[in-house]
């Protein structure tokens, strides 16, 4: 299949930092590619500059054959872009806000809002849309913010880390409308801490580290080169809670790696039925106090609620 975007060898300098060093990579028309690393890796200067939100220092991007650089109108037309921050007014409701995104996009009239409510079912809050987004919770802001990317039918999407900060089940309907829109035949370009998502949603992923692309490949081939591993997600009470959990399994024997966003900390681990147990025995001792594990397997959701006193909901 042709390709949606081609990414030439993009270098980014803020002064003597380099937040992106030599990228390069592509993005076949329907085709999901996900951008994988760590906070600070580069995925979200990758993305600003290939949304045109500023000119990279050196390289160039083509999306359907319109350079980043030199044709920033038609490249803005092809896209849709879903922010890691929300993007949506706080006094207007769901509706409002993508009437109003939507005029931005040069819709009116019947075929505006034709459009918002097509949107409006698609991430599933027509019945709550003349709520304000105030009122939202993050989940359902998650998904307005995705509705406002959508709304001029882009034919590559991109999504910078749009579960970040959601309950486990804001997550599953995100990555569900994900797989959805691929479906119908749009790309994605979707970055992300998480490898368990990369994993369920790519057709291949670029894993990048200090602004340099390390490897890219399909799942089999990257599992192939770093050896299979499982995530599992603890959530603590807060960001500095999180930041002391992860320093603790920083280093630990059996931990592949272990990072932190807000109150949520995510740890690779080669088998996570084995792993449940020693790191809930950790953050016992060290007086963490986990408020809750996100993993899809029931039995090891058993296990840990076994281990921290908790009984089984009906």
Same mark, same amino acid.
Request: proline share 5%.
């Given at each position: 299949m042709p390709n949606i975007l081609e990414v030439r060898q993009l270098v980014k300098h803020y002064g003597s930092f380099t937040a992106v060093n030599g990228v390069s990579f592509e993005i076949q028309a329907g085709e999901i590619f996900s951008l994988l690393g760590p906070n600070g890796?580069?995925?979200?200067?990758?993305?600003?500059?290939?949304?045109?939100?500023?000119?990279?220092?050196?390289?160039?991007?083509?999306?359907?054959?319109?350079?980043?650089?030199?044709?920033a109108l038609a490249v803005r037309r092809l896209i849709g872009i879903v922010p890691q921050e929300i993007a949506l007014y706080e006094e207007l409701t769901a509706r409002e806000n993508l009437n109003f995104w939507g005029t931005l996009y040069g819709l009116s009239g019947g075929a505006l809002k034709s459009r918002v409510e097509e949107i409006l079912t698609q991430i599933g809050l027509l019945d709550k849309a003349s709520g304000r987004i105030k009122t939202y919770s993050g989940g359902m802001k998650r998904r307005v913010n995705i509705g406002v990317g959508l709304l001029h039918r882009p034919q590559l999407l991109f999504m910078d880390e749009p579960t970040v900060g959601i309950d486990p089940q804001s997550r599953r309907a995100i990555l569900d409308m994900v797989l959805e829109l691929n479906r119908q035949g749009m790309a994605v370009l979707y970055t992300t801490h998480y490898m368990e998502e990369a994993q369920e949603l790519s057709h291949r992923v670029g894993i990048m580290d200090h602004g340099q692309m390390i490897a890219i490949g399909t799942v089999k081939e990257l599992t192939r080169q770093v050896g299979e591993t499982e995530t599992l997600r603890f959530q603590v009470a807060d960001a500095g809670a999180a930041a002391q959990f992860t320093a603790l399994l920083q280093? !630990?024997?059996?931990?592949?790696?272990?990072?932190?966003?807000?109150?949520?900390?995510?740890?690779?681990?080669?088998?996570?039925?084995?792993?449940?147990?020693?790191?809930?025995?950790?953050? !016992?001792?060290?007086?963490?106090?986990?408020?809750?594990?996100?993993?899809q397997e029931p039995n090891l959701e058993a296990v840990f609620l076994h281990l921290t006193g908790r009984a089984l909901r009906d």
């Open positions: 890796a580069g995925k979200t200067t990758t993305i600003s500059i290939l949304s045109t939100l500023f000119p990279p220092t050196s390289g160039d991007a083509f999306v359907d054959g319109h350079s980043v650089i030199t044709d280093g !630990t024997a059996g931990i592949t790696r272990a990072t932190s966003t807000g109150d949520e900390v995510s740890v690779m681990v080669p088998h996570a039925a084995e792993a449940i147990a020693p790191i809930v025995t950790q953050a !016992t001792e060290a007086g963490l106090k986990i408020r809750s594990l996100d993993v």
